[in-house]
């Protein structure tokens, strides 16, 4: 059983960083798509940064140049490192794992998640 868990969130004002961690236990294949999911409160849950294994990333419009994805193989962490933070950024952030090619940002393609963790930026 695949076990996702995350870290690393909080409060900081507008302009501050903070990292996310999610640590990943259970099976593993030579592929597969990993990444960053955020939900705030009354929106859907949308996609922020994704990594397909073989090292390629995607980042959503509204983080990019911001947001680094990023993995530690040795460690099985996924990290999320989040820059020039502003309000729009509060939510729940979540990690998951897929077992396909797919570099993609839709939620509904992953399989795996952890429980979150918050991040509230204040102004």
């Known amino acids: 059983q695949v076990q996702l868990v995350e870290s690393g969130g909080g409060s900081v004002q507008a302009g501050g960083s903070l990292r996310l961690s999610c640590a990943a236990s259970g099976p593993t294949y030579s592929s597969f798509c990993m990444g960053w999911f955020r939900q705030a409160p009354g929106k859907g849950r949308e996609g922020v940064a994704v990594?397909?294994?073989?090292?390629?990333?995607r980042v959503a419009d509204s983080v990019r140049g911001r947001f680094t994805i990023s993995q530690d193989n040795a460690k099985n962490t996924l990290y999320l490192q989040m820059n020039s933070l502003e309000p729009e950024d509060t939510a729940m952030y979540y990690c998951?794992?897929?077992?396909?090619?797919?570099?993609?940002?839709?939620?509904?393609?992953?399989?795996?998640w952890g429980q979150g963790t918050q991040v509230t930026v204040s102004s």
């Open positions: 998951a794992k897929a077992w396909n090619w797919d570099l993609t940002l839709n939620p509904n393609k992953y399989n795996y």
């Open positions: 990594r397909l294994s073989d090292g390629r990333t």
